[in-house]
């Protein structure tokens, strides 16, 4: 089964910014989307960014303009640039997959894939 791992999180200063990878273990055959969710304390799951296998893009509202999701040479890798990072970006930021199939598994869909989560903390 693929499993995604992220990197890049850390501490950064209000107005600083920070750029969060995600990679695949395994060799995607083929995936739907993927994309960027964040949990802040106390808070629900909400999305940041989608990219699909097309390139079509979707931010939220509140990171549109400062927040921009790309996607590697490979399918196995996606991006996160944030710029103008604020204090409300504060939050554990998570990779997905959506319809993700693993190479030599091309029968089989792993339809909601998620990765370990990665800590942005943004303060001064």
């Known amino acids: 089964q693929v499993q995604l791992v992220e990197s890049g999180g850390g501490l950064v200063q209000p107005g600083g910014s920070l750029r969060l990878s995600c990679a695949a273990s395994?060799?995607?055959?083929?995936?739907?989307?993927m994309g960027w969710y964040r949990q802040a304390p106390g808070k629900q799951r909400e999305l940041v960014a989608t990219?699909?296998?097309?390139?079509?893009?979707n931010y939220a509202d509140s990171v549109k303009g400062r927040f921009t999701i790309s996607s590697g040479n490979a399918k196995n890798t996606v991006y996160l640039q944030m710029n103008s990072l604020k204090p409300e970006d504060t939050a554990v930021y998570y990779c997905?997959?959506?319809?993700?199939?693993?190479?030599?598994?091309?029968?089989?869909?792993?339809?909601?894939?998620w990765g370990q989560g990665t800590q942005v903390t943004v303060s001064s």
């Open positions: 997905h997959a959506d319809r993700l199939r693993e190479s030599g598994y091309e029968a089989t869909y792993q339809y909601d894939t």
């Open positions: 395994g060799n995607i055959f083929s995936v739907y989307a």
């Open positions: 990219i699909t296998s097309g390139g079509t893009t």
